[in-house]
Every structure is written in C-alpha cells, then in structure tokens.
C-alpha cells in the first residue's frame, strides 16, 4: 500500500477512533444517569422494604422480553475476540439492539461492566468502516481487531492494556510496524476524546488509583497466603461458571423466564449484600472507606457471591463483561485477609486481585497492565510475581477451561 493509501488510513483510523471514544463515553455517561436515576433518586422518594428485588425482577422481565423480540446479544468478551480473530469482522446488522441489550443490565444493577457490549458495538463499528474502505485490501482484516483494543484500553483507562491483552497468547504476533501505527492511533484518539469528556464534565468515569502503599517490613509469609488465596478465587470462578451454565442450561430460549430467574436471584443477593450488585468499578473504592466496618465474614461473603452472581446474571441473559466484577471481587477478598493478617489493605488487595485475574486470564502482563491503573506504581514487582505464579498451575480438568479469555 502507497504512502497516500498509509496516510489515508490512518486518518480514518484516528477519526473513527473520535468517534469510539464518543461512543463509550455516552454509553457510560447513560448508564450511569440511569443508575443514579434508579437507584438514588427513586429510592429517596420511595420507602419501599423489597425495592431492591421489585426493581431487579422487573429488570429481568424488561431485559427478557427485549431479547424475546431482538435476540440474544451482547456476546461475551471472550467471544467476540475469538470471532474477530478467526472471521476478521464482526457483525453490525444489530448495532442498536445491540446498545440496548448491553446498558439495560447495567442500568438495573445487574454484576456485570460494560465492557463485553462496548467492545462488540465498536468492533462492528470498525468493520462497517472497513466494508465501506475496499481499497486498503488486507489492512481493513485489522480494523475490527483494532477496534477491540480500542475499546478495551479506553474503558479501563489503560491504552497498553488494550493493545496486549488481544494479543498475549500463544497464538499471537505483534502487528507489523505499519499496522501499530495504526493500533495505537485508534487507541489513543478513543482514549484522548474518553479523557478530554471526563475532565470536560468533572467525570470520572474509569479505573483510577485507589492510594499509596509502602514495601517496608514486607510479611513474605502473608504474601505467599495472598497468592494461595487469589488461585483459590479463580477456581472458585471456573466452578461457579461450569455449575450456572449446568443449572441454567435447561431454560435456553426462553428469555423471559431466565430473565425472571436472574432478576429475582440478583435481587434477593442485593439485598442482603448491596456490594454484589453492579459493575464494582465504583465500590472498589468504598471499599477503604466502609470495609473494616463491614467485617471479614461480610467481605468474604461479599467477594465469593460477586463472583457466583456475575456468572448467574451472565447465564440468565443479563449480559455484560466480566473483569469490572471480578477485579472487585478481588479487591474484597484482599481487604478481608488484610484484616486477617494485619497488613496493608492496598498491598493486600492488589496481590489477590493480581494472582486472582492472573489465575483466570493466564496473561500476566495483561494483568498487570491493567490493575496498574488501580495500585500504585512502586508494587508492580509484586504484582509482576503475584501474577506469573497463577500461571504456572494448570487449571484443573473438571473445572470448565472453556471460560478461560
């Protein structure tokens, strides 16, 4: 491809990455005006005991009956990078549908993020574009690709993140020079206009630091705890994954009735643990604030249902991402064996939180570049071993491997 083709491009590249950008904020923006509308407001105009339940079942009915009418969607994460991968394109006939089902569980406080719909809208976005730019031949394979590192760097706040995280695996090539180029032009003009919006309107949307930490008089042992503890997490993941698609399998098809199920389980947890609920984005940092008061059991309680009620809310059709949810889940659980064994909650929480979404993700830069956002600079060293260790065990055979990312 000639210099005119390279530059031309590019420039797509960079304005439809604007455009991304504009997308994911608006999303977030949405979502986060109908949770403060649904949960905030109503609530301090209604005293109503079973709030939580009524509004999550119906929730689940209005999320059923959508799915009834538009289909099954979003795709999970994993999902949709494995159809780019292995199709090099991803569908954009129900691109609005689409937008509809991937903020309507969120809105209703199901525990999921918004990363699993975000990245197919914009991968469909980036395929639209290269179906209608024939002329740049095999470049245009990349750009659904590109569209998901995009879209992943730009909601965790992490451009590097984006880039790596699609890529690290066996599998996986760095991209040529001239096709970096064009990777990191769409990350960083999506992450630029995702930036300049937040600051524009005093939002803070995002990942963004939880606080300082100092490695004196480190506790090796509890440390080694920490990281037993984060794998153990993981496989608590894999089997709550295999046993909800086990217990849920018998109501695919029947949107409605999953909705039902789903809404009345997300409720009734809610209820009783109101940090299960949502994404976990916001609560990761309450979590300084409210966690000693909370209590270990509580903590416990709260980090192991997380986990158990984003595989229910994924299986019963209240489709979203997983790493918000999880990365609280691991957050939780720190802070409770920070209390347990008398050390800093922010070293704590961020070396279970690391071998926990190591365990599962089996990437450990990925991880790493990713939690970074959240934990302070001086404990990546620790992060780095937190989360290669996770990867040296095998995930065990009669667990599901196949949620694996």
């Not at 905030?40 to 005991?49: A, E, G, H, M």
């Amino acid at each position: 491809m000639d210099l005119k083709n390279n530059l031309l491009l590019t420039a797509y590249t960079i304005i439809i990455g604007v455009i991304a950008g504009l997308i994911i904020w608006c999303f977030i923006r949405g979502m986060n005006l109908g949770i403060n509308f649904l949960w905030d407001y109503l609530p301090s105009l209604i005293n109503f005991k079973y709030y939580t339940i009524v509004v999550c079942l119906m929730g689940g009915i209005l999320i059923g009956l959508w799915k009834t009418k538009y289909g099954d969607s979003p795709e999970e994460l994993n999902q949709v990078i494995k159809t780019v991968k292995q199709e090099h394109r991803y569908s954009y006939s129900n691109i609005f549908p689409s937008i509809v089902s991937s903020i309507l569980p969120l809105i209703f406080g199901a525990s999921v993020g918004p990363e699993a719909g975000l990245t197919g809208i914009i991968a469909g976005l980036y395929t639209w574009m290269g179906d209608k730019l024939k002329i740049f031949n095999e470049e245009l394979e990349e750009l659904a690709h590109i569209g998901i590192t995009a879209t992943l760097g730009t909601i965790f706040v992490s451009p590097m993140f984006g880039f790596v995280e699609p890529l690290e695996n066996e599998e996986s090539k760095l991209p040529k020079t001239s096709k970096n180029i064009l990777y990191f032009a769409a990350i960083l003009s999506s992450f630029g206009i995702f930036v300049f919006l937040n600051h524009l309107t005093h939002n803070q949307a995002g990942l963004h630091s939880i606080g300082t930490a100092t490695l004196s008089n480190l506790n090796y042992l509890g440390i080694i705890i920490l990281i037993v503890f984060g794998i153990l997490l993981s496989y608590v993941y894999f089997a709550s994954h295999k046993l909800s698609k086990i217990v849920f399998e018998s109501l695919d098809g029947n949107f409605i009735l999953k909705g039902i199920v789903g809404g009345l389980m997300m409720g009734i947890i809610g209820t009783l643990l109101p940090l299960t609920m949502f994404s976990g984005e916001k609560q990761i940092y309450l979590l300084l604030d409210v966690g000693a008061q909370l209590g270990i059991i509580v903590l416990i309680l709260t980090s192991i249902l997380k986990i158990v009620l984003t595989n229910i809310c994924i299986e019963t059709g209240l489709k979203g991402g997983h790493f918000f949810p999880l990365i609280f889940s691991g957050t939780a659980m720190g802070y409770a064996l920070s209390i347990l064994l008398n050390m800093d909650p922010i070293i704590s929480m961020s070396v279970v939180t690391t071998s926990f979404m190591a365990g599962i993700l089996k990437k450990p830069i990925a991880v790493v570049l990713l939690l970074m956002i959240i934990f302070p600079m001086n404990l990546i060293p620790l992060m780095l071993v937190s989360a290669v260790v996770p990867c040296l065990f095998k995930t065990p055979e009669f667990l599901d491997a196949s949620c694996e990312y």
